[in-house]
C-alpha cells in the first residue's frame, strides 16, 4: 500500500528519506544525543572490551604488544563508526618467520667396541622476537668422541645452551666471535669436568690423569630463516646439497692439512705417521674439544662459516668421519637426494632403528618418529624419510668397511608453505 501524504506533510514526504538513510541516521543519533558522561563511560567500557579481545587475539598469536584503545564517538556519525571498523584486529599481525625443519637421526656402534659419539638436535631452540615476526633457531650438533665417551656425552647436554647464552647476549650476531666464545666455554667446562668427577660408569673411569687423554670433534649447525651457521672442530662434516651438487659447509682439521702443519709446528708439537698422521703420533685430529695433555698443538678454536639460504638449498648431512672416511660428498648426497625423491610424499609413523654393536649383531628397536606423524602432502619431505636416508648412510658406511663409529643427521632444507588464517 502506497503511503498517504497530506497537504501539511507533502514536503516533508517528497524528501522523505530511505529506509537505510533512516535507520543510519537513527544509530547516530542515538550515539550522539548521549549527555558527556554517558559517552565517557559508553567510551570507557567499549575500550576495555576492544582491549581485552586484543589482548587474547595477540597472547594467542604472539603478536606485538596490543595497540591503544581508539577514542569513543564524536559529534559527527561517520567518524565514530570508521573508528570502531579500524579496531578489528588483523591475524597475520604474528607469523612465523621459519618452521621447524625435517630432521632424520642415525647412529650405530660399527665396528668399533665401544660407542662414543653423540648426537644432539635442539628445533627452535633460540626464539628471537620482532615487531611483527618471531624467528627460531634451529640446532644440530655431532660429537665424535676419543679415549672415552664422556666429553661427547658433555657436548651433548651443554654446548647447545652455551650457544644460547652467547646468542642472546650478542645482539650483533657475529657468529664467528659468538661461536668461539660458546666452544672455548665447552673445551674449559670439559676439562673443569673431568678434574672434579673422581668416577663414574666408564671405561677410563674419569681417573685422572687417564680422563687427560679423552676428548671430543664437534661439528655445530645453527639454522635461522635467513642463515646456515656451521662452526667445525675436528675432523667431522657439514655438506650442503644446493641444486643437486654438494656444497662443502666444514673443512676436516687433519694433522697433515698444511695451515693446521704449519700451526701445530710452530706451537712446538710434531706431527707423526702411525697409521695416518697424528699430533704427536697419538691423535688423527688437529682440532677437538678436552684432550688436555695434548694442548695447544690440539685446538678448540672452531672454524665458522655463514652462507646465506637460497630457494635451491635441499638439505644438509652432519656426520662423524665413520662417514666421510669412506664416502666422498657426492656419494652421500646423491644417495639422499635420489631416496628423499622418491620417499616424498610419505606421511610420517614408527620406524624400527637399527644398532650395529662390535660383535656383528644387530639390535632393532621400533621408535616413534621425532616431529609429525600426519601424512605428509605429495612432494613434502617427512621426518621419517630423512630418518632412513640417514640410515642409509649408515649402511652405505658399514658396506665400504667403516672401521669407526658412523653417526649421521639429514636435514630438510626446503621451505614449506605456511597457511595463514585470513
Not at 124 to 132: H, I, L, M
Not at 177 to 200: G, P, Y
Not at 265 to 273: D, W
Not at 312 to 339: H, K, P, R
Request: proline share 4%; charged share 35%; aromatic share 6%.
Amino acid at each position: 500500500m502506497s503511503d498517504i501524504c497530506y497537504e501539511d506533510d507533502a514536503l516533508a514526504c517528497e524528501t522523505m528519506p530511505s529506509w537505510s538513510t533512516r535507520r543510519r541516521r537513527f544509530g547516530v543519533q542515538r550515539c550522539s544525543s548521549m549527555s558527556p558522561s554517558e559517552m565517557r563511560q559508553t567510551q570507557d567500557s567499549e575500550g576495555i572490551c576492544k582491549r581485552n579481545k586484543q589482548e587474547e587475539y595477540d597472547f594467542m598469536n604472539s603478536a606485538s604488544p596490543p595497540r591503544s584503545s581508539p577514542e569513543g564517538c564524536s559529534e559527527g556519525g561517520d567518524e565514530s563508526l570508521s573508528v570502531i571498523n579500524e579496531v578489528v584486529p588483523s591475524k597475520k599481525a604474528a607469523r612465523e618467520t621459519d618452521a621447524r625443519p625435517r630432521y632424520g637421526v642415525a647412529s650405530v656402534c660399527g665396528r668399533r667396541r665401544d660407542m662414543e659419539d653423540a648426537v644432539a638436535i635442539h628445533p627452535s631452540f633460540v626464539r628471537k622476537q620482532t615487531e611483527f615476526s618471531r624467528a627460531r633457531w634451529h640446532y644440530f650438533g655431532v660429537y665424535d668422541g676419543h679415549g672415552c665417551s664422556h666429553v661427547a656425552a658433555r657436548c651433548k647436554e651443554r654446548l647447545h645452551e652455551l650457544v644460547r647464552e652467547e646468542a642472546m647476549s650478542d645482539e650483533k650476531e657475529e657468529w664467528e666471535k659468538l661461536m668461539e666464545r660458546s666452544f672455548t666455554r665447552m673445551d674449559k667446562e670439559a676439562v673443569r669436568w673431568e678434574e672434579t668427577v673422581m668416577s663414574a660408569n666408564c671405561k677410563c673411569e674419569l681417573q685422572t690423569p687417564n680422563c687427560d687423554a679423552v676428548g671430543s670433534t664437534a661439528v655445530v649447525s645453527v639454522i635461522t630463516p635467513e642463515k646456515i651457521i656451521v662452526a667445525n672442530c675436528g675432523d667431522s662434516r657439514a655438506v650442503l646439497c644446493r641444486n643437486g651438487k654438494p656444497v662443502p659447509l666444514s673443512t676436516d682439521h687433519k694433522p697433515d692439512r698444511p695451515d693446521e702443519l704449519d700451526r701445530i709446528q710452530e706451537a712446538g708439537g710434531r706431527v707423526i705417521y702411525w697409521d695416518g698422521p697424528r699430533v704427536s703420533g697419538v691423535l688423527a685430529t688437529s682440532r677437538a674439544i678436552g684432550d688436555n695433555y695434548l694442548k695447544p698443538y690440539v685446538s678448540s678454536e672452531p672454524e665458522v662459516t655463514v652462507t646465506d639460504r637460497t630457494e635451491e638449498d635441499e638439505f644438509m648431512i652432519l656426520a662423524s668421519d665413520g662417514l666421510w672416511d669412506v664416502v666422498t660428498n657426492e656419494a652421500a648426497c646423491a644417495t639422499v637426494q635420489m631416496y628423499l625423491n622418491k620417499k616424498s610424499g610419505r606421511g610420517g609413523g614408527r620406524r624400527r632403528e637399527t644398532t650395529e654393536c662390535g660383535d656383528g649383531k644387530e639390535e632393532e628397536k621400533e621408535k616413534v618418529v621425532v616431529g609429525s606423524r600426519k601424512n605428509g602432502k605429495r612432494g613434502e619431505i617427512t621426518d621419517r624419510a630423512c630418518t632412513e636416508a640417514s640410515v642409509l648412510l649408515t649402511k652405505l658406511a658399514l658396506a665400504k668397511h667403516s672401521s669407526d663409529n658412523v653417526s649421521v643427521v639429514v636435514i630438510d632444507l626446503r621451505r614449506r608453505r605456511k597457511r595463514h588464517v585470513g
